[in-house]
């Protein structure tokens, strides 16, 4: 019986995970029953939130289990079919393991046309990142023409698409970033009004100055000092769609900052956390609204591909770090059929 690497989670991470969180197994490559298909992985998806997964607590997503594979965004080729709507060469993205080869049933997969944009994109710009920057900034954050809008995490993938939306709809907009390659991408390429360099320079001070209007929209990915400088700068009526909280993931202890009652109540401010998840009856509209983005040039993003399925652990520990300009994402293989005229 043919062979395939699957990646499982070896024990739940204390801290930072590290290379024994994971563990590679050989396993049977599985066969397709009717109303299913075999999969090929050909480019997975790693994202913070599954760091969430690695532990046990109860979460609005379950665990990932010991000695079971991690799983997440994957797209994938169909290699056999014993289902009505797929055919072998078929281009799909679905939720699947850390392994080279899947079975999933029709239903759980679906097309991916890979003559209208690279498929990897499906999991970036056009992809629960995108739909996440979206939503949570139009829904949530609500930013009108001359706002200041502040992003954090704003050279990745959620908060890249978040500060180029939010100047297609005419805001001021800061981004705050890890590097000095970062700031300059978000400014030079992504169109950023101001850039900062949290780890150069006095966060607070610099928002300050970035933001002499004070801020309208402070959209939260990275919680923890960040966070706390941007919410002592709110603006009256201000909102903070709470994405994530990265600075504190791998943190042992719980990360206690400065109170944020009194600076609410004084700027009578919105802070609401969300997951994308609670638009899914919208992912038409928010998908729709990127792709024509992208098409017309209003849109752009970047891809950081690391090559091989041996290096996905790495990958994944990379988000960390910020390794990554843009989406992370894992290029496991080539198609044996499928043509990716873009890739
Ligand atoms: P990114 O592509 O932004 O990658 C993670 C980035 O986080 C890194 O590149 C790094 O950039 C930054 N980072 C890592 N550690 C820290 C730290 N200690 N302090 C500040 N920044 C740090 O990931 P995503 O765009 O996929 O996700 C961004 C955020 O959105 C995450 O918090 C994620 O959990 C959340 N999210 C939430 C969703 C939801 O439904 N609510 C859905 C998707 C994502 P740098 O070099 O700038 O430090």
């Excluded at 392994?99 to 999933?104: D, F, G, L, N, P």
Aim: with cysteine; hydrophobic share 40%; proline share 5%.
């Amino acid at each position: 019986m043919a062979k395939q690497q699957q990646i499982q989670l070896a024990k739940r991470p204390e801290g930072m995970p590290t290379d024994e969180n994971f563990n590679f197994v050989e396993t049977a490559i599985p066969s397709p029953e009717k109303g299913e298909v075999l999969l090929k992985t050909l480019y997975l998806s790693v994202d913070p939130y599954m760091r969430g997964r690695m532990t046990s607590a109860k979460s609005y997503i379950a665990p990932f289990q010991i000695d079971e594979a991690i799983n997440g965004g994957v797209i994938a080729e169909v290699i056999e079919s014993k289902s009505d709507s797929f055919k072998e060469g078929d281009v799909v993205i679905g939720h699947l393991g850390w392994q080279e080869y899947s079975v999933a049933a029709d239903k759980d997969i679906r097309k991916v046309d890979p003559e209208a944009a690279p498929v990897s994109t499906h999991l970036g710009v056009l992809g629960m990142p995108g739909l996440t920057a979206y939503f949570g900034l139009l829904d949530i954050g609500q930013p009108k023409e001359g706002e200041t809008v502040v992003v954090s995490g704003a050279a990745g993938a959620v908060g890249s698409v978040v500060g180029q939306i939010a100047k297609i709809k005419g805001c001021r907009v800061v981004g705050i970033a890890g590097s000095d390659e970062k700031v300059d991408y978000i400014t030079n390429t992504l169109g950023f009004d101001e850039g900062i360099n949290y780890k150069t320079s006095n966060v607070y001070k610099s928002l300050k100055e970035a933001c002499p209007d004070g801020i309208d929209v402070y959209y939260e990915n990275v919680g923890g000092e960040i966070g706390d400088a941007a919410i002592s700068l709110l603006n009256k009526f201000a909102r903070i769609p709470v994405c994530g909280a990265i600075s504190s993931y791998n943190k042992k202890e719980q990360d206690l900052g400065p109170r944020v009652q009194t600076k609410l109540i004084k700027s009578s401010a919105l802070m609401k956390g969300f997951v994308v998840a609670d638009y899914a009856d919208r992912y038409q509209e928010g998908a729709e609204s990127l792709g024509k983005w992208l098409k017309e040039g209003q849109l752009t993003y970047e891809e950081t591909i690391v090559e091989g399925f041996n290096r996905i652990p790495d990958a994944f520990l990379g988000l960390f770090e910020g390794k990554n300009l843009g989406k992370q994402i894992v290029k496991v293989a080539d198609p044996d059929i499928a043509v990716l005229p873009h890739n």
